[in-house]
């Protein structure tokens, strides 16, 4: 690694050393000799506020060596941008870094004010399907491409991508979650044409896979949004969890939502207490407690609106 105290570019600079708290400190940690000297001349030169070549050096080096200094990716975005660098130059070397170490978010931070001083997302979803291509739930990911959607009203552009990416995985519940947000992350309200085809895609998700939790809670959440009472899919869910046949029934997700449906009706308690005996001693046993405890709530009065 390189040696900053005996390199002449930094023999003006008085390196500042980690004070971890007197010659005998209680938990010091254990940095490496080259990680050390680098931060000792980062803090002399963020002490003396400079912004140079040499920095961006500085902190690409310390980068490579802990991905996860915050401190150090504000300070190399604050010369960046003082020295009017080439912020294309530096997405590309961010790319690689990012590629690397897939669950640092301080990456994607430093992606997102880079993005917003280009004021142009273009090569964006490029590389963000490069990053899926690695692991299509990386929650850094999501949060910064939900970021890019809002900052550039990308809104219209997104349900392409995230229908190929449940095609490709119908279980992946972060394209789910980002499909909510596109189509109800809006201020305008959503028309009832759209709201019929999202309802319409998790059922078809549903018919594909009736186990998979995502597309359940996907319907139930636009019902919600929407503010449609779940009985309105009551002859959808019967055939996935018909309570007269417990033998045919093909989805604990399927009885749970059916739960919902009869405990809104007085008549139907019953009924709801069947659905959950069938989940607490067949289709979801580890979770008995928790059914049988949903259970004793239906002996409980309506409260009033």
């Known amino acids: 690694m390189k040696s900053y105290s005996n390199d002449p570019e930094w023999t003006d600079v008085v390196p500042i050393l980690q004070d971890d708290g007197g010659p005998n400190p209680l938990a010091a940690i254990a940095y490496t000799e080259d990680y050390s000297e680098a931060m000792s001349y980062l803090r002399s030169v963020m002490a003396n506020n400079e912004l140079s070549e040499r920095v961006l050096d500085l902190t690409e080096d310390i980068i490579r060596m802990n991905p996860a200094h915050y401190t150090v990716w504000l300070y190399r975005a604050k010369t960046l941008f003082a020295l009017n660098s080439d912020l294309t130059e530096e997405l590309e070397w961010v790319n690689e870094i990012a590629l690397v170490h897939q669950k640092n978010y301080q990456i994607w931070h430093h992606r997102q004010l880079l ?124 055939q996935y969890a018909d309570i007269t046949n417990p033998d045919s029934i093909r989805s604990s997700h399927a009885l749970d939502a059916l739960v919902d449906i009869y405990a809104e009706e007085d008549d139907k308690k019953k009924d709801a207490a069947q659905a959950l005996d069938l989940l607490a001693q067949k289709y979801d046993p580890i979770r008995a407690n928790y059914w049988n405890y949903r259970k004793s709530l239906l002996e409980l009065p309506v409260a009033s609106s």
């Open 115 to 238: 993005m917003d001083k280009l004021g142009n997302p273009a090569g964006e979803s490029t590389f963000i399907a490069r990053m899926f291509e690695k692991d299509a739930k990386n929650y850094h990911v999501w949060s910064y491409r939900q970021w890019l959607v809002r900052r550039f009203d990308l809104w219209d552009q997104e349900l392409p991508d995230i229908e190929k990416l449940l095609e490709k995985d119908v279980r992946n519940n972060s394209a789910w979650n980002h499909r909510y947000f596109v189509v109800f992350g809006r201020e305008a309200p959503v028309a009832d044409d759209v709201v019929e085809r999202e309802i319409q895609f998790a059922k078809d998700a549903i018919v594909k896979a009736p186990q998979n939790q995502s597309p359940w809670n996907y319907l139930r959440g636009v019902l919600q949004k929407t503010n449609r009472p779940l009985s309105t899919v009551h002859d959808f869910v019967v």
